[in-house]
């Protein structure tokens, strides 16, 4: 079993629409959780944190479940700027693994 | 300004043939990666740094070794690079425990 496993996608959604993505990791002693955002051919970056009370930041909001084990990304009235690969980052001991990535097409 | 500077940008290099990678820091930061990233895939971590304390992935190939002399770089070499192992090579580092990763513009390498 992987270590971080992410929902494969693709994604391909309208303007507007609201979109989820999951991730599950399986080592409980995980401490810390990401989403990051990744563009053909570019390095990734930092989307946001996820914290264990929930977070928001503008359009997205993450969530995590320890006791299910899995993170969520939520992105409301997307853009086609929103248009990437998004990708969970789990971390332990500074050990940080990567899920597989969701790709997410907005279409106008 | 660009925190976390990787060189080369790109490189094509001749199966067999050693090839150097490098990657510096001006965030102080203790703790620095390795990734691998092919085509369509999501980054594999191969190795990190915790200041001196070397991490290595039990999957990550006898072929590639990494050094860090000092805080601020670190280099991977690929001592027979094999035509799999054409990929970007993102370096990133971390303040570390909950801080996040932050990457460089990774080295794209292409194998013939």
């Known amino acids: 079993r992987k270590e971080v496993e992410q929902d494969p996608g693709p994604f391909n959604v309208p303007e507007g629409a609201t979109v989820a993505f999951n991730c599950t990791y399986s080592?409980?002693?995980?401490?810390?959780f990401f989403w990051y955002r990744q563009d053909c051919r570019k390095e990734p970056k930092l989307l946001m944190s996820?914290?264990?009370s929930g977070n928001e930041d503008g359009r997205f909001t993450a969530q995590l479940n320890r006791a299910s084990q899995y993170i969520s990304l939520l992105i409301r009235d997307s853009k086609l700027s929103d248009s990437a690969t998004y990708l969970c980052?789990?971390?332990?001991?500074?050990?940080?693994?990567f899920g597989a990535g969701t790709r997410l097409t907005v279409k106008p | 300004d660009a925190m976390v500077i990787q060189n080369p940008r790109y490189q094509v290099t001749q199966f067999g043939k050693p090839v150097t990678l490098s990657c510096s820091q001006t965030l102080n930061h203790n703790v620095m990666y390795w990734y691998q990233q092919k085509s369509s895939q999501a980054p594999k971590l191969l190795f990190h740094?915790?200041?001196?304390?070397?991490?290595n992935e039990a999957d990550t190939p006898d072929n590639f070794q990494s050094r860090r002399p000092n805080t601020s770089f670190c280099f991977l070499d690929i001592r027979s690079p094999g035509l799999g192992d054409t990929a970007m090579y993102l370096c990133?580092?971390?303040?570390?425990?909950?801080?996040?990763?932050?990457f460089g513009e990774g080295s794209r390498l292409t194998v013939l």
């Open positions: 080592n409980s002693a995980s401490q810390s």
């Open positions: 990133a580092t971390s303040s570390g425990v909950a801080g996040e990763l932050f």
């Open positions: 996820v914290y264990s």
């Open positions: 980052v789990v971390n332990r001991f500074n050990d940080m693994r």
């Open positions: 740094y915790y200041d001196k304390d070397f991490n």
